[in-house]
């Protein structure tokens, strides 16, 4: 942990401010290996780029909080007191006038209960340096990353081969669910995508209770498992009973795209370069204007975190990264397909996490 | 929705601020019957005092923010070009002094695009009176909280029949996941507590792979299913083998003071006059310093929502309300015992949704 709490301190001192506070989430259990869910209680622990770390922590989570091994002071504060007392206390020990927090994870009851006790205090958003130093995958985290991937593959397996014309969307989601858990997921990454026909145009869509699976529809199937704090997040799209040739084309130019992102994936390439090379495939195409989304984004102990494959973002891809290659063609009021495959990039190229074939296939015959 | 609509305009007058703003999470999915994941996408929905309501929408979002029927303008964004624009062009037409917004759901991220878009804006935490509107369940609601808490328990129940001596914290987890996802849910509504002997003194403990359940084990479960958008929250107590005097007392002191929960809550007594009465009964106890927590909180779209069961809180229970009955008594480095039911309250009483029986029981023989 000591090692680590030293790149959160350097993300304060290349950020020119006096502290970073980590709140629950991603950034916190990867520092401290554990899990904490705050709700209404809030928890944050504050890292100044000199000297010792100090944290609130709810009374009643703090045996919990013993276990994880923190060494610095503690402010607890019970429910019955408020917890605004217990910034106050721990503001009048460490002054502060500038603080790194992760914009996307601390809520905002908490910056307002941390504005309040560092009158005049500078909140800057740091979420991209701090969320940043979870960006290269170490091989411990690439092989829990590839189990949570595996877990997600053998329900899309299990999934496809009971669905039938007929069928709801939300049976559809129920069977996926259950096969997700009796493969060993912890929990949905997110809220799974089972999305038919003209459902399937949605990038985010969800289950419909009231839409059977017609013959000749799309089955866009966009879900991952959440195993050892770490999150999958894959899409395939079948044909139900059969599928016609004017999907198919479309099918193509998605599948297309989606081996051009793996072509032109290896550590020196920016961000730009690849989604320009995977959307450049779909513009290219009859399709151009079904484009709605980037290619992709990283992906870890968030769903979705950095680096994010879009233009314009011109970061440079390391060796250890992980990211979504997901291209996808959406018709609205007809139908979408989307091929999304995990990637870790390599010095030399790229390697798929996920392995499910992703070749046209028609199911449910 | 129009009606929906004038509830948060109302609490915007009413705190004498010139608009609501509601981002995805239980009160845009109550107001719009729809569920939105934002992850690193900036949704905002603005509701003024007076005028029409505008929202900012990611562009991939649109055709699924169509389908909510929000009448207002909507300014909407695309991942190449940032988000920031679409808050000045709303600010633009929209001239704000003052916001209110949910502190525990929105974001930094967005609080800060938001004060950048309307230099000088006073941003206020309105939580308790926007989530404050969700207090009053219909019947409707309670319905939907019910099947919640019947598939918990018919998840328990699947899984309590399973446990032997021997078995891992983790494996148990298993069993009762894949039962709770068997039975129908959507969701866990948080992250499942199974912990038994000295794991079950932490209120929230989390499941060890190295810890096998020994005879005269306390194995302390609490869990939830998701389903519909409604979340259960129950907890039963159990000894693994069997059960020694000293351990029976303390399970008596926090089942007297559940029932004595029931026995005080009404529409028209407080939440602190209720925590009181259930506290008393354990402060009566031999085992008055293994108290850590008050006795609950509410329950419905969230897991954790108004009214908190609280000494100090003399908020007025109404008919309707829902929350958690939860004593627990914590002994560090020995074990725990909570007993947790979800009760509604009715003008002349309470009517327990959880019917799981919560008389001591041994399992596993």
């Not at 014309?165 to 949905?188: K, P, Y």
């Not at 044909?239 to 998605?254: I, K, N, R, T, W």
């Amino acid at each position: 942990m000591c090692k680590l709490l030293s790149q959160y301190r350097a993300v304060a001192r290349d950020l020119k401010v006096d502290a970073v506070a980590i709140v629950p989430g991603p950034n916190f259990t990867r520092l401290f290996g554990a899990e904490f869910h705050s709700h209404e209680r809030p928890l944050v622990v504050f890292i100044p780029a000199e000297g010792d770390a100090a944290a609130i922590v709810p009374n009643l989570e703090l045996r919990s909080f013993d276990l994880i091994g923190f060494e610095g002071e503690v402010f607890d504060w019970r429910d019955q007191d408020g917890y605004q007392h217990a910034f106050e206390a721990l503001a009048s020990q460490l002054p502060l006038s500038s603080l790194a927090v992760e914009g996307q994870i601390m809520r905002v009851f908490v910056h307002h209960a941390i504005a309040a006790a560092w009158p005049g205090l500078r909140i800057v958003d740091a979420e991209k340096q701090i969320s940043g130093l979870r960006i290269i995958k170490s091989e411990s985290e690439v092989s829990l990353l590839a189990d949570a991937i595996h877990i997600s593959e053998r329900a899309m397996d299990h999934t496809i081969s009971k669905v039938r014309v007929g069928m709801t969307e939300t049976e559809i989601q129920g069977l996926l669910t259950q096969a997700l858990f009796a493969n060993g997921a912890d929990a949905h990454a997110f809220g799974p995508i089972v999305a038919a026909g003209d459902n399937s145009a949605m990038p985010h869509a969800h289950a419909r209770s009231d839409y059977r699976v017609q013959a000749g529809d799309a089955l866009l199937l966009d879900f991952g498992a959440r195993k050892d704090g770490f999150c999958a997040d894959i899409t395939r799209t079948f044909f139900v009973g059969h599928v016609d040739d004017a999907s198919a084309e479309v099918y193509d130019a998605v599948y297309r795209a989606n081996l051009r992102g793996h072509e032109v994936t290896k550590a020196g390439v920016t961000c730009h370069e690849v989604d320009d090379a995977v959307i450049g495939v779909l513009e290219a195409s009859p399709f151009a204007d079904r484009i709605r989304t980037k290619t992709g984004h990283g992906l870890g102990r968030d769903v979705h975190e950095a680096p994010y494959i879009m233009r314009g973002n011109h970061q440079v891809l390391e060796a250890g990264m992980v990211f979504t290659n997901e291209p996808g063609l959406y018709q609205i009021g007809e139908f979408g397909v989307r091929i999304e495959d995990d990637i870790l990039v390599t010095d030399n190229g790229c390697r798929s996490l996920t392995q499910f074939p992703k070749e046209l296939t028609v199911i449910g015959t």
